[in-house]
């Protein structure tokens, strides 16, 4: 069966999400997602990746002083641009 909706009615869901938090959003994507992608899985990080980020944790854990932050890191990036 497919869901028809007017054009006021996603007008409405719009103005609904758009109000939510962020965590709300979170949740719904998350709820939806399934329905999206059948072979959805609830952490979707590969495996490599997800063990690069946590060793890139811990480094900055132990020594918080060789990095960065976001706003400094644009200005490197983009210097020049």
């Given at each position: 069966m497919r869901f028809v909706?007017?054009?006021d009615m996603k007008a409405e869901l719009e103005r609904?999400?758009?109000g939510l938090s962020l965590e709300e959003k979170s949740e719904?994507?998350?709820?939806?997602?399934?329905?999206?992608?059948?072979d959805f899985d609830e952490?979707?990080?590969h495996p490599e990746l997800?063990?690069?980020?946590?060793?890139?944790?811990?480094?900055?854990?132990?020594?918080?002083?060789?990095?960065?932050?976001?706003?400094?890191?644009?200005k490197r990036r983009f210097a020049g641009k």
């Open positions: 909706y007017h054009s609904q999400l758009t719904v994507v998350s709820f939806l997602m399934p329905f999206v992608t059948p952490d979707p990080i997800s063990s690069e980020l946590e060793r890139r944790l811990s480094v900055h854990l132990a020594d918080p002083s060789g990095s960065i932050t976001l706003e400094e890191f644009k």
